[in-house]
């Protein structure tokens, strides 16, 4: 999944600004239109191809077309298994991305059978992610409708992590399936899923093995001489990252914040205060670490937060941002709101009157955060009609802050 740089990503930047869009509230000055997120939300359809962009598409999709069934909203876990009206076409994308993964799993894992995998991967952790999209399907009865075994993909997923994914000595599952590897990649990718399945199915050890393996994955990866800051890679014999990647330090508080969601809006809330405390202060040594390489010009942060050789990165520090808002939400800490506040409003920097953007014309997200000019095309409105001329499209008109939704 992961690339050094990313230079030819697009998919992965855009995914960051939808995440981050899902994160912050409604700025006049950004004002956004719905062409322009809807074009985006097709291109990042168009680039999804592997199981991590399967999974994170649909969280993205779920937490801003339907987000009161989504883990960050104030409305319990378990959602409804009826569908309200008004939501059954806004949980569509959500529900097509986990029939496209379950009816072709026997296929992609050579028609085995017992525990495998949504979608064969080089990762153990990646195919993961689309578990949560995998279970709602089920909750909600979707197997009624294209008879699909939903319950028994998500059970087989289950199953692989545990019986078929390499370990370390004390647990910790491996993200790689060649070697035991821990990348910080899979704090989104795994924890996620496995609180998820503990609620739906009303087993808190699941839950609690959520908080486990990201318990693991601190030990390993957050280095103290840096401030709390997370190394990319650790073990294995070959490929390991000891630098501190800004998008793998993003990765890690986002999965963190949607375990955080999990519990508190769960049957669990009461039952695990502690791990809900334990997660916040995780979270909050990451935001810490991370803010203080904040480029105190560009809002942005390298490529790797504290080497300023390495590039400023767009998707990074959209990601983290939308941590920092969620955190506002779900626990009330509000330390890093303006570092967070000014970065998606450097995102979003306009200069004259043309738009100095980080979107191409094809509305995907330059990955190092360079400014991508566009043109106005039209007199009707003063910053222009076409969608070549909005900036930041997910750095505005979140709910996250209400709570409302967009």
């Not at 680039?47 to 409305?75: K, P, Q």
């Not at 089920?138 to 390499?166: E, V």
């Not at 390489?293 to 941002?321: E, I, Q, R, V, W």
């Not at 953007?357 to 076409?386: K, W, Y």
């Amino acid at each position: 999944m992961w690339l050094p740089a990313r230079p030819e990503k697009p998919l992965w930047i855009t995914f960051a600004f939808w995440m981050t869009r899902l994160s912050l509230a409604l700025v006049s000055a950004q004002n956004l239109t719905d062409t322009l997120f809807s074009v985006i939300s097709r291109r990042l359809a168009e680039g999804t191809n592997h199981s991590w962009e399967y999974g994170t598409r649909s969280e993205v999709v779920l937490e801003y077309n339907a987000l009161s069934y989504s883990v960050l909203s104030s409305s319990p876990i378990p959602p409804p298994q009826q569908i309200p009206p008004d939501l059954v076409g806004s949980l569509g994308d959500v529900f097509s991305i986990a029939h496209t993964v379950v009816a072709n799993r026997s296929v992609s894992n050579g028609n085995i059978t017992g525990p495998q995998p949504l979608m064969q991967d080089l990762s153990a952790g990646d195919p993961a992610s689309i578990g949560v999209a995998t279970l709602l399907a089920n909750w909600t009865g979707q197997d009624a409708l294209d008879g699909l075994d939903y319950a028994g993909a998500a059970r087989d997923q289950l199953a692989f992590l545990f019986q078929k994914a390499p370990k370390t000595s004390d647990g910790a599952i491996s993200h790689r399936l060649d070697q035991v590897q821990l990348w910080s990649d899979f704090v989104y990718m795994v924890p996620p899923f496995l609180a998820y399945y503990g609620v739906i199915t009303q087993n808190v050890s699941f839950v609690q093995e959520a908080c486990i393996q990201i318990s693991l994955y601190r030990k390993y990866l957050s280095d103290t001489g840096a401030y709390n800051l997370w190394k990319h890679i650790q073990l294995g014999s070959y490929g390991t990252d000891d630098g501190h990647w800004s998008t793998g330090n993003a990765w890690a508080a986002a999965g963190m914040i949607r375990v955080l969601g999990t519990i508190q809006n769960s049957q669990y809330a009461n039952s695990l205060k502690q791990e809900q405390a334990d997660l916040s202060g995780w979270i909050q040594e990451i935001h810490n670490g991370m803010y203080a390489h904040l480029d105190p010009n560009s809002g942005l942060f390298h490529n790797y937060a504290d080497d300023k050789s390495t590039f400023l990165d767009a998707s990074s520090t959209a990601l983290l941002a939308s941590t920092v808002y969620r955190l506002s939400l779900l626990r009330g800490v509000h330390t890093h709101l303006p570092q967070a506040k000014f970065s998606r409003e450097r995102l979003s920097t306009q200069s004259n009157d043309s738009a100095w953007l980080h979107f191409t014309c094809r509305r995907l997200v330059d990955a190092r955060g360079r400014s991508v000019r566009i043109q106005r095309t039209g007199p009707g409105e003063p910053r222009g009609a076409s969608i070549c001329d909005r900036n930041a499209g997910c750095l505005a008109r979140l709910g996250g802050v209400t709570g409302q939704g967009c």
